[in-house]
T-cell receptor
Framework: AQSVTQPDIHITVSEGASLELRCNYS??????LFWYVQSPGQGLQLLLK????DTLVQGIKGFEAEFKRSQSSFNLRKPSVHWSDAAEYFC????????????WGAGTKLIIKP | DTGVSQDPRHKITKRGQNVTFRCDPI?????LYWYRQTLGQGPEFLTY????????KSRLLSDRFSAERPKGSFSTLEIQRTEQGDSAMYLC???????????FGPGTRLTVT
């Protein structure tokens, strides 16, 4: 069955430190991959997406993610976090065969230490 | 481009009442999705439209829930005879062909008392 795993429920990082949020998926073919961010009480904002081509994709707010087919992973990174990055981060996957329906990870809550 | 908008942003209702939410997608986005999200959880798919056709509806969705997109533009989601368990954030998203990445609105927070 198709699934998306975000193994970390919470991550705490000091302001200015680097960040990596993990995402693994289970699909047969190369899926479309997404990272969304959600601040408390808000909707979801698309951070970045991967469809094909260069496996390192750049997104908004200084985020990037790397697609590694051999590891079925699409981890999100940022070299230096800011207090405003505190939010919930969701990884999602879609496939053409499934009509591009998004399958969601459970989310990772990012906490920033001052 | 004004983004996806949803109205109202907040709704408080008494159990047993009907509520209706509206979503205006980004223009030229032919797909429109409805999700429900409870605290600490990811979005739960409810239904989606391609133009005016409702193509899929979650099996988990009670028949008290109905959605329409009559002219392929805005959409409404109605919940009849609300229950306390319906309290959640209701999210709308729209997406353009051919890659169908989804752009979300701010959500409607429903509280059933």
């Amino acid at each position: 069955a198709q699934s998306v795993t975000q193994p970390d429920i919470h991550i705490t990082v000091s302001e200015g430190a680097s960040l990596e949020l993990r995402c693994n998926y289970s699909y047969g073919a190369t899926p479309y991959l997404f990272w969304y961010v959600q601040s408390p009480g808000q909707g979801l904002q698309l951070l970045l997406k991967y469809f094909s081509g260069d496996t390192l994709v750049q997104g908004i707010k200084g985020f990037e993610a790397e697609f590694k087919r051999s590891q079925s992973s699409f981890n999100l990174r940022k070299p230096s976090v800011h207090w405003s990055d505190a939010a919930e981060y969701f990884c999602a996957v879609a496939e053409e065969d499934s009509n591009y329906q998004l399958i969601w990870g459970a989310g990772t809550k990012l906490i920033i230490k001052p | 481009d004004t983004g996806v908008s949803q109205d109202p942003r907040h709704k408080i209702t008494k159990r047993g009442q009907n509520v209706t939410f509206r979503c205006d997608p980004i223009s030229e986005h032919n797909r429109l999705y409805w999700y429900r999200q409870t605290l600490g959880q990811g979005p739960e798919f409810l239904t989606y439209f391609q133009n005016e056709a409702q193509l899929e509806k979650s099996r988990l969705l009670s028949d008290r829930f109905s959605a329409e997109r009559p002219k392929g533009s805005f959409s409404t989601l109605e919940i009849q005879r609300t229950e306390q368990g319906d309290s959640a954030m209701y999210l709308c998203a729209s997406s353009p062909p051919p890659t169908y990445e989804q752009y979300f609105g701010p959500g409607t927070r429903l509280t059933v008392t």
